[in-house]
C-alpha cells in the first residue's frame, strides 16, 4: 500500500520570500495515477521534490504508505524519480542504464539481469538492451529512463514532465504508449506537466495548481466539464472555455441576462439577484451556430474562420466579447458575417466575477 498523503505543506524559498507551496493538502491513493497541472512557476516541481525528499517544507506533514516520512532522506522512502532534465546515460548501453541504480546497491549480478529484464519487458525496450541511447527514438530513450526507476521497484513512481523533451508527434505517440505502459505496473505515480492534454488523456485525476495551491482536484471529465474556477476553465480544454460577462435581468421563473446589450435567456444559479454581474462559461462545442436568426439565438459577428481538418473554429463577437465555437467543416461562414449563437443551456457554467470561483454545484 503507498498512499501519499500532504497535510497542510508549506514551502519557502529565498529566505521566505517566495512561499512556492501555500497550504496544500492532497492525497493520493494507493496505484492512482496523479496528474499535477498547471503554468509555469505554480509549485508543481517543488510539490514533487517534496514528496521525493528532495526538498523540506517549513510546515506540514507528507505520509507515504501510512508512514511519517517528512523528515526521511529520499533512499528512505522507497520512491523511484523520472527528470525531463536526468536524460540517460550516453556511455552506457540500455541495459547498463537500467541496471544504474542496482549496480549502485551492489546487488548481485543474477538479480540485475533478472531485474533489468523484468523492467525492459515492462517498457517494451527488451530487444534494445545492447544499443546505446543514441540509437534510439525520443520516445524509446524516455522509456529507458521510466524503466531504469522502476528497476528499483518503488511504491511510488514521481515523473517531472517526462515527455517535454520530445517533438509534438512523437510525443503523441510516446504518451499513449506510456500510459498503456504504465497501467500495468501497480505502482503510485505522480505525473507533472503543463501541457492539459496530457494532463486530460493520462491523469486518473488531475490536481489543478495555480500560484503554489491546488485549486481543483478532480478526474479529468469533472475538471474539464464543471471547472472549479474561472482559472481552471481558462487553462483546460483547446480552446479553452469561452466567458461573458453579464448582468442578471430577472430571476426566478424565465430567467435572462445581458451580454454588452445582448439579453440571453439562461438557467441562471439559484439566489442571484437582478442587476447582479455573473461571468457565464461555455465551451466552443456547446455552442450550436446557425446562419438563420430564432428567438432563442443569440446574433454574432464572425471575426475569423479556422478550418482545423474535422471542424471549423470560429471566432465570432458577442457584444463585445469574442468567443470561440466549433462547427462542422462544411458550416457556410465568412469573416464580418452574422451568425446566430444557441447555447446547450447545461453546458453552461456560472462562475462569480470578483473571485473567479463557480456558482452553480457540480452533479
Ligand atoms: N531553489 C529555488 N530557489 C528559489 N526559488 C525557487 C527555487 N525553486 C523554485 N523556486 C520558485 O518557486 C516557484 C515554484 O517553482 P517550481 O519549479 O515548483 O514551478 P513549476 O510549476 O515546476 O514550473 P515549471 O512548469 O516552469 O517547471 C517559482 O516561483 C520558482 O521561481
Ligand atoms: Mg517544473
Not at 190 to 217: C, K
Request: with cysteine; glycine share 8%; aromatic share 6%.
Amino acid at each position: 500500500m503507498a498512499e501519499i498523503r500532504i497535510e497542510n505543506v508549506w514551502k519557502y524559498f529565498s529566505k521566505g520570500k517566495v512561499a512556492a507551496l501555500k497550504d496544500v493538502t492532497l492525497t493520493i491513493q494507493d496505484r492512482e495515477f496523479m496528474v499535477l497541472l498547471g503554468p509555469s512557476g505554480c509549485g508543481k516541481t517543488t510539490l514533487l521534490r517534496c514528496i521525493a525528499g528532495l526538498e523540506y517544507p517549513e510546515r506540514g506533514r507528507i505520509f507515504i504508505g501510512g508512514r511519517d516520512v517528512t523528515d526521511a532522506p529520499p533512499r528512505k522512502r522507497n520512491i523511484a524519480m523520472v527528470f525531463q532534465s536526468y536524460a540517460v546515460f550516453p556511455h552506457l548501453n540500455v541495459f547498463e542504464n537500467i541496471a544504474f541504480g542496482l549496480r549502485m546497491q551492489k546487488r548481485p549480478n543474477d538479480e540485475v539481469k533478472t531485474r533489468v529484464h523484468k523492467a525492459a519487458e515492462m517498457m517494451r525496450i527488451e530487444n534494445f538492451l545492447e544499443r546505446y541511447p543514441a540509437q534510439l527514438s525520443g520516445g524509446q530513450r524516455q522509456r529507458v529512463a521510466v524503466a531504469r526507476g522502476l528497476v528499483m521497484e518503488p511504491q511510488v513512481l514521481l515523473m517531472d514532465e517526462p515527455l517535454s523533451n520530445l517533438d509534438a508527434l512523437l510525443r503523441l505517440q510516446a504518451r499513449a504508449e506510456l500510459k498503456r505502459l504504465l497501467q500495468n505496473v501497480k505502482t503510485t505515480t505522480v505525473y507533472v506537466t503543463h501541457d492539459q492534454i496530457e494532463a486530460l488523456s493520462m491523469g486518473d485525476r488531475i490536481a489543478v495548481m495555480e500560484n503554489g495551491q491546488i485549486v481543483q482536484a478532480d478526474v479529468p471529465k469533472q475538471i474539464y466539464e464543471y471547472p472549479g474556477s474561472h482559472f481552471v476553465g481558462g487553462f483546460i480544454g483547446t480552446p479553452p472555455m469561452n466567458f461573458m460577462r453579464g448582468t442578471v435581468q430577472s430571476a426566478n421563473g424565465a430567467s435572462a441576462i445581458t451580454i454588452g446589450d445582448q439579453p440571453i435567456r439562461a438557467t441562471l444559479p439559484e439566489y442571484v439577484q437582478v442587476g447582479q454581474d455573473l461571468l457565464m462559461g461555455i465551451r466552443a462545442e456547446n455552442i450550436e451556430a446557425s446562419t438563420n436568426a430564432s428567438p432563442d439565438a443569440v446574433p454574432a459577428r464572425v471575426l475569423v474562420v479556422e478550418p482545423l481538418g474535422s471542424h471549423l473554429l470560429l471566432t465570432a463577437q458577442v457584444g463585445d466579447t469574442p468567443i470561440k465555437v466549433q462547427t462542422r467543416i462544411d458550416f457556410p461562414v465568412e469573416p464580418d458575417q452574422t451568425i446566430y449563437l444557441k447555447l446547450e443551456a447545461n453546458q453552461v457554467r456560472w462562475f462569480d466575477p470578483q473571485t473567479g470561483m463557480r456558482y452553480d454545484a457540480a452533479p
